[in-house]
């Protein structure tokens, strides 16, 4: 460290009560803009300039700022691991090599800081957790660059790489300032095109006048609007963790005091921590996603919509889409965006098959990626289980409740409104409830935070649960709602297709001109199709196949799949006349992992277990 950089962040402590290392952190972000305006001002036809200034940038903070030497050598130990594995290694196994080389590194960062057990302290592993997911990025994109081009999904052929990049270049991308600490990650594609600045040519045919104004000679546009507003951004979210952290802390929701207060002021507290937590990520993430768009790596192209340029591309957070959220799947989606698209591109779908839809296999893995990859604190998978169970709970409310509330046709009713005022509650009290051990961390207080206020969203998912169990009356009696209401409704489609068909009738009937069997049946497949039900559009945010954070949408679904599966391999085998005894619960094991337990009886018939 340079001994006077210490000496400011001491006095800021004595005058804000703030540790001087987080200080340190929004310090170094804040001093990225600057520097990433010159940066961004290094001739373009000059591209290894741009490596070396980030790189040292980059080593002033690690080493001028942070004093972290250790630091530099995780860094160097996992890219220059990486790179090597990319190099060597021949084979579909080569970025899974990859994969837990650099896993198994960040693990033992994990465990450092877990017997460290300072939140005030900055060590590397936020760094080489962001590091990790551009690696094991690079190691896929290399794999693909391998592979014939049919081979590959259209996302897989525009990040693939034909050839290794030059050292400088890779060094470049690891040690890339503005996302140096928090992020965001990218692929090694998008870093190379800025670099050699064909991100921002202009597709053909646009209209000169709605190009991108750029100074002077340079290509890439004036971003310094858009960065200036996710700066101010930043800085507002910053001071408002400030100001709400003194308020709503980690004791008032597990320590004496919070016995003093109901259940209901116990909930708000519960519910505050975790909003003042989130601040603090907001500001960090929108002042790191400023200094990219000032640099130009956040450029997207133009907007489709308006002509305009797009600074979105490495958007990582949605504050709105949280606070607002009125599902699950809208709250988890619209939180570490970056890291919810790293775990399907590069996991989820990767663990799949070709041909086959992602299922079981594929949503445990991404779970089990998500969970090592925050690390080992029991807290991240109390959240992680109980938000799969949320999960499930919103789907089977959007599927059985939510129909009523709506016509056959799927326009909302009136009474919608307080169906959407329900969801909203329903869901930001769930989840204030369930990320407090991603913020406690430990089990004990976890434990002790849920226990104040009775366990209230458990309770709710078991009743929720049964409630939607296959056998439940509550099920049972929604769907006799559900189907006399859209029997109700349908007759009145009907009445509507008739009267509509009347006068299409008398119209043809005076023109001789048009066939009028054609005019009848193509009216009448017309409305029919619009008065059909449809009571889940396909923009539904609770049906997709893949959850946020590899946490499954409907783990009673999986299971199924597994089974399915499972039964097809039983098959394969009695046609090959293999064996489908202990052999085949063994082959099940280690296809499948030893969570699952597969058996056969006499007549064929196959049970599935998951332990």
Known sequence: MLPFINAPFIWLEDKMGVAPEPLKLVFTMILSYPLAGILKRIPDAHPYQKNLFSIAVSLFYLVGVFDLWTGIRTLLISSIGAYLIARYVQGPYMPWLGFTFLMGHMSISHIHRHYVNDADIVDITGAQMVLVMKLTAFCWNVHDGRLPNEE???IQRDRALKELPSLLDYAGY???FPSLMVGPAFDFVEYTRWLETTMFEV???TDPSKAPKTRKKRRIPRSGTPATLKAAQGVLWIVAFLKFSGWFYNDLVIGEESLKYSLLRRIFNLHMLGFATRCKYYGVWFLAEGSCILSGIGYKGLDPKTGRPDWNRLQNVNPLGIELAQNSRAYLGSWNMNTNNWLRNYMYLRVTPKGKKPGFVASMCTFVTSALWHGFEPGYYMAFVLAAFLQTVAKNTRRHVRPLFLTPTGAPLPSKRYYDILSYITTQLAFSF???????LSFHDSYIAWQRVYFYCIIGVAVSLG???????VRGWLKKRVAAQNKAGAARNENAVSTEQGKRLAANSQDSSTPSNYNNTTQNESLRERSRPNFLDRTDPDSGKHGAYGVSDDPGRDLD????????EVR???ERGMSVGQSFQEAVQRRWGSGVSADVDGEGNVSVRRR
Not at 434 to 440: D, E, G, K, M, Q
Not at 467 to 473: I, N, T
Request: charged share 25%; proline share 12%.
């Open 203 to 205: 597709p053909p045919g």
């Open 434 to 440: 369930t990320v407090s051990p991603f913020i406690l």
């Open 174 to 176: 690891v040690f890339f």
């Open 467 to 473: 409630a939607f169990a296959d056998a439940s009356p």
């Open 572 to 574: 394969v085998r009695r």
């Open 152 to 154: 590959l999904e259209d």
């Open 561 to 568: 799949e597994l089974m399915e599966q499972v039964k097809e």
